[in-house]
């Protein structure tokens, strides 16, 4: 299995920092985001993959409490996170684009492959693709999809995929997806398709065994709680312990971790605690991540906005100073 490079060309930085973008804000505002964040040196942008959202979810995603009242009100929608992606491969180069995470229950499997295959060739050999079963049933239910058995589903869906894209043909029958003699036509810029990335944290082993039999990079969530340092030992020890389990060299396993960092003194309610500090004092805490094997970091910043990105873009001048 490949795993992307923590290399970022001439710069000294010890690992790839990523931005996290919204998909309920415009797309003028999501484009001017991601552009600012390229010209300010972030190594690659990152979607989410939601078709709505409730209102509670947007509270607890921007670190507010959720007031009284909120979860009777009709959801929000979202933007299609594959048409924004596409998009952003042709409007912003020289970054790399993922998906943290596509949701393998919107989406037939086989498809999914195939769409993953083109967008890295549009994209160059862009792509980081990050997969996941969802995990929020309004979204499914509206949409009409299936929400039982999902880390079933997920496992069937992973092995189309990176047959798929691994090895260009599939044969598959299961209990919830079928691929009959398929052959991946055409191929994009890498022979074994775009990395997978998987993210799981301690509560899964079902997702433990996935990501260490399917992923090139695991990824580890952190936005919604403790964002330092300390919380990497034991995901680390975690994520080693099922590879050597299942027959996998940890050390071929990438490492990833989407951070949370508070800026312009956004205070973030719901028991998060998020990076925060001078832009050195963030940038040492990126360094000990990276000392610790984390390749490339998603970061949430807070306010998630052109300011926000605008106060982190000193951060990152630290990081490549060494």
Known sequence: MSVVSSTTGSRRRPLKVGL???????????????RRAADVGFDSLWLPDHLSMNRAQLWITAGRPVP??????????????????????????????????????????????KMAETLDAISGGRLILGLGSGDVAHEFHAFGFPFDHAVSRFEEAL????SLLREGYCDFHGTYYAVNDL????????????????????????????????????????????????????LRAAIDAACVQHGRDPATL?????????LLGEHIAGGVEPLEGTPAQIADALREFARGGVSHVQIWPTPRTLAGIEAFAPVLEALDRG
């Open 20 to 34: 996290h973008l919204p998909i309920t804000d415009s797309w003028a505002d999501t484009l001017a985001m991601a």
């Open 254 to 262: 990438g490492r990833t971790l989407g951070l949370r960092v508070a």
């Open 159 to 162: 092995r189309i995929i990176t």
């Open 183 to 234: 052959t991946l036509e055409p191929r994009g810029p890498r022979p074994n398709g775009p990395p997978i990335l998987i993210g799981t944290l301690l509560t899964g082993k079902r997702m433990l065994r996935l990501t260490t039999q399917y992923a090139d990079l695991w990824n580890g969530f952190l936005c919604y709680g403790r964002n330092w340092p300390d919380m990497l030992p034991p």
């Open 68 to 113: 009284p009242g909120v979860e009777s009100e009709p959801p929000v929608g979202a933007w299609e996170t594959w048409s924004l992606i596409a998009a952003l491969a042709m409007a912003v180069p020289n970054v790399e684009l993922g998906t943290l995470v596509m949701c393998t229950g919107f989406r037939n499997p086989a498809l999914l492959a």
